[in-house]
T-cell receptor
Framework: SQQGEEDPQALSIQEGENATMNCSYK?????LQWYRQNSGRGLVHLIL?????REKHSGRLRVTLDTSKKSSSLLITASRAADTASYFC????????????FGTGTRLKVLA | GAVVSQHPSWVICKSGTSVKIECRSL??????MFWYRQFPKQSLMLMAT?????????EQGVEKDKFLINHASLTLSTLTVTSAHPEDSSFYIC??????????????FGDGTRLSIL
């Protein structure tokens, strides 16, 4: 399977703490994307990082990318109960394609 | 902007019936749409790529006669699950790119359809 792996599979933290989730992928990529999925809903795009970028920020989100290790991490700082969701990384099936493969996901629970 | 609407959000039907799910781009034109299937607490699995005005491209292992896809306009793709059986029960999600897209763009997702076959 070309599907990426994410860890941890599940994460439970207190409000205000930081949450870090990791994604490893298998193919060569030109970008990697992170999405959030609230229970029973569709996916919401969070951030896209290109292969020539090492770090990107968006509000409380920080994404890093290490193409040599084929891995990425998503850090959510000062987490809130509303951050409770599943988080998925997505990478192109092949570099430059518009088909994406989604990782196994991390289920984050933020306790108030 | 870039809103994708999926309908219905939930459907329950008897085994043997066919179910049609619609995916619409509300404020943009979508030349390419994707259909995914998701089992509980699992990731999304790409089923097929829907291209406006041409045949859909199915991923390996997906039965094209079971999952009929029609993308007749730039704002609508439909997925019909034919002769549905309990094993077809799942969460189906569509996504879309706009016209003039390139690979470094995010996908815009619908809210999904939960299909339950009794």
């Amino acid at each position: 399977s070309q599907q990426g792996e994410e860890d941890p599979q599940a994460l439970s933290i207190q409000e205000g703490e930081n949450a870090t989730m990791n994604c490893s992928y298998k193919t060569s990529i030109n970008n990697l994307q992170w999405y959030r999925q609230n229970s029973g809903r569709g996916l919401v795009h969070l951030i896209l990082i290109r292969s020539n970028e090492r770090e990107k920020h968006s509000g409380r989100l920080r994404v890093t990318l290490d193409t040599s290790k084929k891995s990425s991490s998503l850090l959510i700082t000062a987490s809130r109960a509303a951050d409770t969701a599943s988080y998925f990384c997505a990478t192109p099936l092949t570099s430059g394609t518009y088909k994406y493969i989604f990782g196994t996901g991390t289920r984050l629970k933020v306790l108030a | 902007g870039a809103v994708v609407s999926q309908h219905p959000s939930w459907v329950i039907c008897k085994s043997g019936t066919s179910v049609k799910i619609e995916c619409r781009s509300l404020d943009f034109q979508a030349t390419t749409m994707f259909w995914y299937r998701q089992f509980p607490k699992q990731s999304l699995m790409l089923m097929a790529t829907s291209n406006e005005g041409s045949k859909a491209t199915y991923e390996q292992g997906v039965e094209k006669d079971k999952f009929l896809i029609n993308h007749a306009s730039l704002t609508l793709s439909t997925l019909t699950v034919t002769s549905a059986h309990p094993e077809d029960s799942s969460f189906y999600i569509c996504s879309a790119y706009g016209t003039g897209y390139h690979s470094n763009q995010p996908q815009h997702f619908g809210d999904g359809t939960r299909l339950s076959i009794l």
